[in-house]
């Protein structure tokens, strides 16, 4: 296993967790990545900054602390 470090915004607080990640699970992320930079573009066109934003905004508000068991 690989031990990284994810770091995620929660309402303007920045919170840093450490994760453990496979090579095969590494892999998937690099492999992954060209289409979630895609996947952004095409939201951002489709969207625009606003609709963007407010995406993120709702996604910024999900308590994760509260779905961590």
Not at 23 to 32: N, V
Request: proline share 4%; glycine share 4%.
């Amino acid at each position: 296993m690989i031990t990284s470090t994810a770091r995620c915004t929660l309402s303007s607080k920045s919170h840093v967790r450490p994760i453990a990640i496979s090579q095969a699970g590494r892999k998937l992320l690099i492999s992954a990545a060209p289409a979630w930079r895609s996947a952004q573009v095409k939201a951002k066109q489709l969207l625009g900054e606003e609709g963007v934003a407010a995406i993120v905004s709702v996604a910024d508000s999900i308590p994760l602390d509260e779905l961590v068991e």
